[in-house]
């Protein structure tokens, strides 16, 4: 249950940053040149639906997982601008916060 609730975690956590794309061009063809809002009308609650998953299973993660408040507060927060949930997953899964040990960052080499 834990490794397909992790998993359910990213999968939104990366749906939600796409639909932020999709919701952010919709808005382009609605207040430009086309002047056409079906794209609004299909990805706003397509990226609403998201958004709420996301805020309930950054919860869920918080107490499966035994977060700090600071992280929790950060992984909530990452749902309001465009596209911080795929960076908020990436920086998690590099340091362990979603079950898996923490990956290593390769160190920096000088070029040359």
Not at 65 to 90: D, I, K, M, N, Q
Not at 91 to 104: H, S, T
Request: overall charge positive; glycine content about 10%.
């Amino acid at each position: 249950m834990r490794e397909k609730t992790t998993r359910l975690f990213v999968a939104t956590a990366i749906a939600e940053a796409c639909s932020w794309l999709a919701l952010l061009v919709g808005m382009a063809v609605k207040y430009g040149p086309p002047a056409n809002e079906i794209g609004v009308k299909i990805f706003g609650p397509i990226h609403g639906a998201l958004f709420v998953a996301y805020g309930l299973l950054v919860l869920v993660m918080a107490r499966m997982h035994r977060w700090s408040p600071g992280v929790t507060v950060v992984a909530l927060v990452c749902s309001v601008p465009p596209f911080a949930t795929f960076f908020f997953e990436r920086w998690a899964v590099r340091r362990g916060l979603l079950g898996g040990p923490a990956r290593a960052q390769r160190p920096l080499t000088p070029v040359g």
